[in-house]
T-cell receptor, first 116, second 108 residues
Framework: DSGVTQTPKHLITATGQRVTLRCSPR?????VYWYQQSLDQGLQFLIH???????AKGNILERFSAQQFPDLHSELNLSSLELGDSALYFC???????????????FGPGTRLTVL | GQSLEQPSEVTAVEGAIVQINCTYQTSGFYGLSWYQQHDGGAPTFLSYNALDGLEETGRFSSFLSRSDSYGYLLLQELQMKDSASYFC?????????FGPGTRLSVLP
């Protein structure tokens, strides 16, 4: 158990819908990262938040957005869902360090999103 | 742009030693990380190299050569439970890029 929690564990929805994935980082960690992992694919970095502020954007679609709240939990919002959005979505957290984050990331169990 | 290359598959027998290589192209390189992921599970941090040389953590070691943009993960005394995918990753600024992963199969 990494100490990072994600809800829900599974999510099944239809094309065109909107969903929200939730992540709570480990106690004391200020950074939250979101990743997408499609079937048999690597991890695609989506976005990084540090202490409530967006720090970096990766390959995140405009239909996707995220935020980190004052209690440091984060939400990833996916809208106008398409079949290709079906994937595992992981969040990870890391302890505070220089430049707003360290390279040791602790991953949550993931949310499996299925778009029908 | 940023890219990492790893072999797609490696097979070895229990008790053996295996090396998984990673070459990278990135700007603003800070260090190379390695993660393990079992099927259906979450990635787990294994090691991090910021400087050239070998870092040892139990049965796992990781090596980095910044001048060659190259690193490897060395797994010794292989066990069946080591069968998993292994990803190298680099941080470029606040972006993180993961390699495509190497699937390691450990045979009895």
């Amino acid at each position: 158990d990494s100490g990072v929690t994600q809800t829900p564990k599974h999510l099944i929805t239809a094309t065109g819908q909107r969903v929200t994935l939730r992540c709570s980082p480990r106690s004391g960690d200020l950074s939250v990262y979101w990743y997408q992992q499609s079937l048999d694919q690597g991890l695609q970095f989506l976005i990084h938040y540090y202490n409530g502020e967006e720090r970096a954007k990766g390959n995140i679609l405009e239909r996707f957005s995220a935020q980190q709240f004052p209690d440091l939990h984060s939400e990833l919002n996916l809208s106008s869902l398409e079949l290709g959005d079906s994937a595992l979505y992981f969040c990870a957290s890391s302890p505070p360090g220089r430049r707003g984050g360290t390279d040791t990331q602790y991953f949550g169990p993931g949310t499996r999103l299925t778009v029908l | 742009g940023q890219s990492l290359e790893q072999p797609s598959e490696v097979t070895a027998v229990e008790g053996a030693i295996v090396q998984i290589n990673c070459t990278y192209q990135t700007s603003g390189f800070y260090g190379l990380s390695w993660y393990q992921q079992h099927d259906g599970g979450a990635p787990t941090f294994l090691s991090y190299n910021a400087l050239d040389g070998l870092e040892e953590t139990g049965r796992f070691s990781s090596f980095l050569s910044r001048s060659d943009s190259y690193g490897y993960l060395l797994l010794q005394e292989l066990q069946m439970k080591d069968s998993a995918s292994y990803f190298c990753a680099v941080r470029s600024g606040q972006n993180f890029v993961f390699g495509p992963g190497t699937r390691l199969s450990v045979l009895p």
